[in-house]
């Protein structure tokens, strides 16, 4: 119940929605009721009676009847499914907002896949709970209720004795809800499994053609798909045998009022259209009470997701702004790094009592062997993560004192693994400034040395670079991520590994940009070819968490230490 509450909280912002439909929903419900009447107007004064009148009272009653209901029920069907599907809205847009929140650990430990399963399946499965199954629970309560008192209004006797079969249906409800919910959960979590494996095997097409495992894939595919097969089926055989139940329960007990209701007919204490009204009543009675017991099998599958999403939105950010964060105005780039250290498990240091500090444009070069700290200490310095202890300042500004929009605005970062999203280069390019203008773009392609491959395209500026800038070269697709961090105009940057791997024509071009991008900005460079950073003004040597040494290229070559021990492996692996 406590999941089933939670869910259903995300409804509250559209409670006067709420209220306009149950009131909907009653008036259908009250409509109902006047079927059955008419049945017994119709049996008992119009048949047996032959009152023409009456005759013509019940055609007009059933015609007003049937236009009222056919309109409420429209409107009953509009407002629920606008307020299920708003809900939805939100939720899809929490969910996804809370996602962009989490910190980029979370991300290395997940598969994307099984992150997507929740965006889609998880969410997909509330999606009955809030659209259909909401609006037929409200309408179905109210349903029973009001057949419930109309019943014993009619004749109490025979309502009594249509009452022993009600804990039945309560019984299904009872011994069913446990083992589907439990079911339910194991179908979202082979869900899950299955959006991961399908995300892996469309991310590694390439790999396994070049190994030629086609048939391994296929039949670890055919493992997954039928463990979600089995257990979709023992889903449904629960369900079916929950169902199975309510059935023999209902046909039981309208049974036993046929069979009490007709003694009573013809002992004469009952009228025929009496009791046939009275069993249109318990028929619509029944009708509700299955309807609660077969909603046991939706709603378990709807709360094992809802369970799902739930726990993710409870994942707390690793890093969130304080209450009194302050907008972080336009700075000189001042970086300060006081006794820092930081550990992505506890107990486990990564960086360990790191201080360092960076002048307004100065260019500061981190290298050391992998592992050392080199990319956990420019997270920091983006806010991806706060130290575990120690501070970073920006002009003075403790970073965790500042919004982090506001100071990843002054901060432009250049990626190894240059990601490009699916639309066109000025989309691209715009990406961290949706505001520049035309010429802004060009002026920031031409600063990255852009601009001449992007006007050899067919379709220039517009042209699409695929998902994950696939249809570019590795070097087009590393000018683009400078020329966006060029348009952003950051003070402070952050170089991660920007011309690995590039040949020899890509990485002079990135080069000679990347040297107009660092002019006046306070620039933190990443490096393994220790070749790329020999200008910088100074070059910190990161082993084992620790700085162990500082200082300039010749300084560091003359020290004969960590430094100087790289700078030989390189040069002798040429």
Same mark, same amino acid.
């Given at each position: 119940?406590?999941?089933?509450?939670?869910?259903?909280?995300?409804?509250?912002?559209?409670?006067?929605?709420?209220?306009?439909?149950?009131?909907?929903?009653?008036?259908?419900?009250?409509?109902?009721?006047?079927?059955?009447?008419?049945?017994?107007?119709?049996?008992?004064?119009?048949?047996?009676?032959?009152?023409?009148?009456?005759?013509?009272?019940?055609?007009?009653?059933?015609?007003?009847?049937?236009?009222?209901?056919?309109?409420?029920?429209?409107?009953?069907?509009?407002?629920?499914?606008?307020?299920?599907?708003?809900?939805?809205?939100?939720?899809?847009?929490?969910?996804?907002?809370?996602?962009?929140?989490?910190? %980029?650990?979370?991300?290395?430990?997940? +598969?994307?896949?099984?992150?997507?399963?929740?965006?889609?399946?998880?969410?997909?499965?509330?999606?009955?709970?809030?659209?259909?199954?909401?609006?037929?629970?409200?309408?179905?309560?109210?349903?029973?209720?009001?057949?419930?008192?109309?019943?014993?209004?009619?004749?109490?006797?025979?309502?009594?004795?249509?009452?022993?079969?009600?804990?039945?249906?309560?019984?299904?409800?009872?011994?069913?809800?446990?083992?589907?919910?439990?079911?339910?959960?194991?179908?979202?979590?082979?869900?899950?499994?299955?959006?991961?494996?399908?995300?892996?095997?469309? =991310?590694?097409?390439?790999?396994?053609?070049?190994?030629?495992?086609?048939?391994?894939?296929?039949?670890?595919?055919?493992?997954?798909?039928?463990?979600?097969?089995?257990?979709?089926?023992?889903?449904?055989?629960?369900?079916?045998?929950?169902?199975?139940?309510?059935?023999?329960?209902?046909?039981?007990?309208?049974?036993?009022?046929?069979?009490?209701?007709?003694?009573?007919?013809?002992?004469?204490?009952?009228?025929?259209?009496?009791?046939?009204?009275?069993?249109?009543?318990?028929?619509?009675?029944?009708?509700?009470?299955?309807?609660?017991?077969?909603?046991?099998?939706?709603?378990?599958?709807?709360?094992?997701?809802?369970?799902?999403?739930?726990?993710?939105?409870?994942?707390?950010?690793?890093?969130?702004?304080?209450?009194?964060?302050?907008?972080?105005?336009?700075?000189?780039?001042?970086?300060?790094?006081?006794?820092?250290?930081?550990?992505?498990?506890?107990?486990?240091?990564?960086?360990?009592?790191?201080?360092?500090?960076?002048?307004?444009?100065?260019?500061?070069?981190?290298?050391?062997?992998?592992?050392?700290?080199? =990319?956990?200490?420019?997270?920091?310095?983006?806010?991806?993560?706060?130290?575990?202890?120690?501070?970073?300042?920006?002009?003075?500004?403790?970073?965790?004192?500042?919004? +982090?929009?506001?100071?990843?605005?002054?901060?432009?970062?250049?990626?190894?693994?240059?990601?490009?999203?699916?639309?066109?280069?000025?989309?691209?390019?715009?990406?961290?400034?949706?505001?520049?203008?035309?010429?802004?773009?060009?002026?920031?392609?031409?600063?990255?040395?852009?601009?001449?491959?992007?006007?050899?395209?067919?379709?220039?500026?517009?042209?699409?670079?695929?998902?994950?800038?696939?249809?570019?070269?590795?070097?087009?697709?590393?000018?683009?991520?400078?020329?966006?961090?060029?348009?952003?105009?950051?003070?402070?940057?952050?170089?991660?590994?920007?011309?690995?791997?590039?040949?020899?024509?890509?990485?002079?071009?990135?080069?000679?940009?990347?040297?107009?991008?660092?002019?006046?900005?306070?620039?933190?460079?990443?490096?393994?070819?220790?070749?790329?950073?020999?200008?910088?003004?100074?070059?910190?040597?990161?082993?084992?968490?620790?700085?162990?040494?500082?200082?300039?290229?010749?300084?560091? %070559?003359?020290?004969?230490?960590?430094?100087?021990?790289?700078?030989?492996?390189?040069?002798?692996?040429?």
């Amino acid at each position: 119940m406590r999941t089933l509450r939670r869910a259903l909280a995300f409804t509250a912002p559209y409670w006067r929605v709420h209220v306009l439909a149950f009131c909907l929903a009653l008036g259908g419900t009250l409509l109902d009721l006047v079927q059955p009447w008419l049945q017994k107007v119709l049996l008992d004064d119009v048949f047996v009676s032959r009152n023409y009148a009456a005759l013509r009272f019940v055609c007009l009653g059933w015609l007003a009847a049937m236009i009222a209901t056919a309109f409420v029920n429209m409107a009953r069907s509009y407002v629920f499914t606008w307020l299920g599907e708003r809900t939805l809205v939100d939720l899809r847009d929490r969910v996804l907002g809370h996602l962009q929140t989490l910190p %980029l650990a979370h991300f290395a430990d997940q +598969q994307s896949g099984r992150l997507l399963s929740i965006f889609t399946n998880d969410v997909g499965a509330m999606q009955a709970l809030y659209t259909s199954t909401l609006a037929d629970t409200v309408t179905n309560a109210l349903r029973f209720v009001v057949c419930f008192v109309a019943m014993f209004k009619m004749n109490a006797a025979l309502a009594w004795r249509a009452m022993p079969v009600m804990p039945l249906f309560g019984l299904a409800v009872y011994l069913f809800a446990e083992p589907l919910r439990r079911v339910g959960r194991a179908v979202q979590e082979q869900a899950a499994e299955v959006s991961g494996q399908v995300q892996e095997a469309i =991310s590694g097409v390439r790999e396994t053609k070049s190994f030629t495992q086609e048939p391994r894939q296929a039949q670890r595919f055919a493992q997954v798909f039928r463990a979600v097969l089995d257990r979709r089926m023992r889903q449904t055989l629960l369900g079916g045998w929950s169902g199975m139940m309510t059935h023999f329960a209902a046909w039981g007990g309208m049974l036993w009022v046929i069979w009490s209701g007709g003694c009573m007919v013809l002992a004469g204490g009952l009228t025929p259209g009496l009791l046939i009204a009275f069993i249109f009543l318990l028929g619509s009675l029944f009708g509700p009470t299955a309807f609660f017991v077969s909603l046991n099998v939706s709603l378990q599958g709807a709360l094992a997701g809802a369970e799902r999403v739930l726990d993710f939105l409870a994942i707390e950010p690793a890093v969130a702004d304080a209450p009194d964060a302050v907008v972080l105005d336009r700075v000189e780039g001042r970086v300060r790094v006081e006794d820092v250290s930081f550990a992505y498990n506890e107990g486990e240091l990564v960086l360990r009592d790191l201080t360092l500090e960076a002048a307004p444009g100065e260019v500061i070069a981190l290298v050391g062997p992998s592992g050392a700290g080199k =990319s956990t200490l420019v997270h920091l310095l983006a806010r991806f993560s706060d130290p575990t202890s120690g501070r970073i300042t920006l002009d003075g500004h403790d970073l965790r004192a500042v919004t +982090q929009a506001s100071l990843r605005a002054q901060v432009g970062i250049v990626f190894q693994d240059t990601f490009l999203f699916d639309g066109s280069i000025e989309d691209n390019l715009r990406f961290g400034r949706p505001e520049a203008t035309h010429d802004e773009v060009v002026a920031a392609a031409r600063a990255a040395n852009a601009h001449d491959f992007i006007e050899a395209l067919p379709e220039g500026y517009q042209t699409r670079v695929g998902e994950r800038g696939v249809k570019l070269s590795g070097g087009q697709r590393q000018r683009l991520s400078i020329g966006r961090a060029v348009l952003r105009d950051p003070r402070v940057l952050i170089l991660d590994e920007a011309t690995s791997a590039l040949d020899t024509e890509s990485e002079a071009l990135i080069q000679e940009a990347l040297a107009r991008l660092e002019a006046g900005r306070t620039t933190f460079v990443i490096a393994h070819r220790l070749s790329t950073i020999q200008t910088a003004d100074r070059i910190v040597v990161l082993e084992g968490g620790r700085i162990a040494e500082l200082g300039g290229h010749a300084e560091l %070559l003359a020290s004969e230490g960590v430094y100087r021990r790289l700078h030989e492996a390189q040069a002798l692996t040429g």
